[in-house]
């Protein structure tokens, strides 16, 4: 079988900041919409690979600018989650998905174990090694990492407003998600979700499972609705969340130093 990325296409993942000085460890699953060539765009039409059903519209720019504002670490996912989700344990149901939101996904109708593989092989796993790898890096440093999975969602989900402008995910762990929700609660003028618009779990995600709980490591997650994220809302967002998660973090220094 040949490879799914040809040698012309980028490269599964791009990271910023690969010597941030900060704790915070940034990652962004769902940060790229794009499909490679040889899945033939999934059979959508251009304009659904745009939508939010193949990304996560404006994480990428907020990550980014959390990024350097913190002088964070960050790493980025190039493909679409129509591909493979990043935030989906291999294998599992919602890994290589049929039907996103009310959107048949041609390409992903009847996908051949071999194929599932060589998304798993090449889109996913790159992705994910070189999160361990940063995370074992530090370890071995004695330096401190800190995970926090940027996201965002759509206004509306199945006809339905959200009033979220955004959300804290954990699952086991509360540590950092209670004071970075503390945090963020602190301006009134708010609306930010507790375990919503979704709440973490192992079967619904990656990262906050296998990072964050298996490693024992802080982490939260972040959602921020989409609206929100005009270029001026990135950079506010940006600010708020550097804002909120310094102070998080101080708190819990504070607390067992
Ligand atoms: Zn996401």
Redesign the pocket.
Known sequence: MPPLLAADEPAAFRVEREHGRSPFVLIC??AGARVPRRLDSLGLPAEELQRHIAW?IG?AEVASRLAALLDAFLILQTYSRLVIDC?RPPGSPQSIVQLSESTRIPGNESVPASEALAREREVFRPYHERICAELDRRKAAQQPGILVAV?SFTPAFHGRQRPWHAGVLYNRDRRLARAVLQALRADPELVVGDNEPYAASDSTDYAIPVYGEQRGLLHVGIELRQDLLDEAGQQEWAGRLAQALLEAHHRLEEISP
């Open positions: 699953d769902h996560d994480a935030n996201h």
